[in-house]
């Protein structure tokens, strides 16, 4: 009789979808690593700079099943995390939010403006920046690189990686980058 219903208890607990992130006010996820900041990109850098960090926007909005997906089963992986944490510097933007942003070439805006600045379409989405931004450049112009929508730990771990070691400085595009990754785990 214990057994069944531990048994039950078991399958209870393992039908309970996992847990990601906790949900701040504004319906986003709030993982611990994510920075709270001002939202002056000039600002961010240069603290991402100074902890030898990569300075890396996040875009989501309230409801979205593919951020979650991203928070339930993406990020908490143990490799993914772990490239966050100790190489990136992440700041959340709420594509429908009216926080101020300041861009990198000093244009402030709203949220879901800048969002609309930057071509921002879809969430999530993953804005790599690199160490140094030119001169009037904004956001989406210095990107070295824009994911869009949600992937699985393998595709995000690569792409972290990427950025991380600077793949994209010899032109190597990124879907070669991830064809040999998954060439070499096989």
């Known amino acids: 009789m214990m057994r069944s219903v531990l048994a039950i208890a078991a399958a209870a607990f393992l039908a309970l979808p996992a847990l990601?992130?906790?949900?701040?006010?504004?319906?986003l996820h709030k993982p611990d690593w994510l920075r709270d900041t001002f939202k002056d990109l000039r600002e961010d850098l240069a603290e991402a700079n100074a902890e030898g960090k990569r300075l890396l926007i996040t875009v989501e909005q309230r409801?979205?099943?593919?951020?979650?997906?991203?928070?339930?089963?993406?990020?908490p992986d143990p490799a993914v995390d772990a490239l966050i944490r100790e190489h990136y510097f992440v700041?959340?933007?709420?594509?429908f939010g009216d926080v101020e942003v300041t861009d990198f070439d000093g244009t402030v805006l709203r949220e879901k403006d800048m969002a609309v600045r930057w071509g921002v379409m879809f969430t999530?989405?993953?804005?790599?920046?690199?160490?140094?931004?030119?001169?009037?450049?904004t956001a989406a112009e210095s990107a070295v690189?824009?994911?869009?929508?949600?992937?699985g730990i393998g595709t995000t771990t690569a792409l972290l990686t990427w950025v991380r070691d600077h793949v994209y400085e010899n032109g190597e595009h990124f879907q070669k980058y991830l064809a040999e990754q998954s060439q070499l785990k096989n």
Request: hydrophobic share 45%.
């Open 91 to 95: 700041v959340q933007m709420n594509l």
């Open 63 to 75: 409801g979205c099943i593919y951020c979650t997906e991203m928070h339930e089963k993406v990020f």
């Open 124 to 137: 999530p989405t993953l804005i790599f920046l690199p160490e140094v931004i030119p001169d009037g450049k």
């Open 20 to 27: 990601g992130a906790e949900l701040g006010d504004d319906g």
């Open 145 to 151: 690189a824009m994911m869009p929508g949600a992937f």
